[in-house]
């Protein structure tokens, strides 16, 4: 154990293929550089990052549900998940620790049906729309929540 926050940052389907998947949508970094990437900005602000993903719906509300214990704070991109899933919804608000939603792009400039978020009203706020920037944006914020003032 460290006495460091401990950041639970959570990809859901789909962006394993991140690099190959719609480039002009989604950027052509992989997950893996995106990790390495936390990981940088979680050293620099002191937070310890586990990194996490899962195509899987049940598997995802496993990990969330666990984070309970060993976390301090949730950034999520729950991919399509967000715009589906009741269960990913109430295992976040089973957690009571800081959520933070996050999207590489802006959904709402795309299809209606990305619009609404089941993790938007259980999350402190959300980032879309900056790509994996969006990654180093929500630890930054998420250090502000986890750190005694
Ligand atoms: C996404 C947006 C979702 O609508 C989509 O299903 C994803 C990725 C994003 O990061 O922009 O898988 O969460």
Avoid: W
Avoid at 46 to 65: C, T, W
Avoid at 75 to 94: C, E, P, R, W
């Amino acid at each position: 154990m460290t006495d460091r926050p401990d950041i639970l940052v959570l990809n859901g389907p789909n962006l394993n293929m991140l690099g190959v998947r719609e480039p002009t949508i989604y950027g052509h970094l992989t997950l893996a550089d995106i990790e390495e990437m936390c990981m940088e900005r979680g050293e620099a602000l002191n937070l310890a990052i586990d990194f996490r993903q899962s195509n899987f719906e049940g598997e995802l509300v496993s990990i969330i549900q666990k984070a309970r214990d060993d976390h301090d704070g949730i950034v999520i991109n729950a991919g399509a998940y967000t715009h589906t899933s009741v269960a990913i919804h109430d295992s976040l608000a089973l957690t009571d620790l800081p959520v933070i939603e996050l999207h590489l792009s802006n959904v709402f400039k795309r299809e209606s049906f990305r619009h609404h978020s089941y993790i938007s009203d259980v999350a402190v706020g959300s980032i879309c729309g900056f790509g994996a920037k969006g990654y180093a944006l929500a630890l930054e914020a998420m250090a502000d929540l986890v750190t005694d003032a």
